[in-house]
């Protein structure tokens, strides 16, 4: 059974830093690229960041440039999301994804992603 399980949301205050993980097993995603969403109350899933399959490449939303940055260790099967300066409007419900598709360019758009986690909450106090 394949499964995506991220951790490390929760609560901290407006200029704080969360890091995020998110550990695949039941399978490898060593050769898929990944990738963080975000659902915040009342909208829609948005991109937040994706790498590549060697990890050598990256992308990241306007809205978190400068902020934010995605790494992963394949040996490990997972993913982080490294989160800093954190602002109000960053408080969502952070989802992992990954693709099946060996070496697939990263995707903004979910229906590219095959599995995803659960989520993990990330609240940002003003």
């Known amino acids: 059974q394949v499964q995506l399980v991220e951790s490390g949301g929760g609560l901290v205050q407006a200029g704080g830093s969360l890091r995020l993980s998110c550990a695949a097993s039941?399978?490898?995603?060593?050769?898929?690229?990944m990738g963080w969403f975000r659902q915040a109350p009342g909208k829609e899933r948005e991109f937040v960041s994706g790498?590549?399959?060697?990890?050598?490449?990256?992308y990241y939303a306007d809205s978190v440039k400068g902020r934010f940055t995605i790494s992963r260790d394949n040996s490990k099967n997972t993913v982080y999301l490294q989160m800093n300066s954190l602002k109000p409007e960053d408080t969502a419900v952070y989802y992992c994804a990954a693709g099946t598709t060996y070496y697939s360019p990263i995707s903004h758009d979910t229906r590219d992603y095959d599995y995803w986690g659960q989520g993990t909450r990330v609240t940002v106090s003003s």
């Open positions: 039941g399978r490898t995603f060593s050769r898929s690229a």
């Open positions: 790498i590549s399959w060697r990890g050598s490449s990256s």
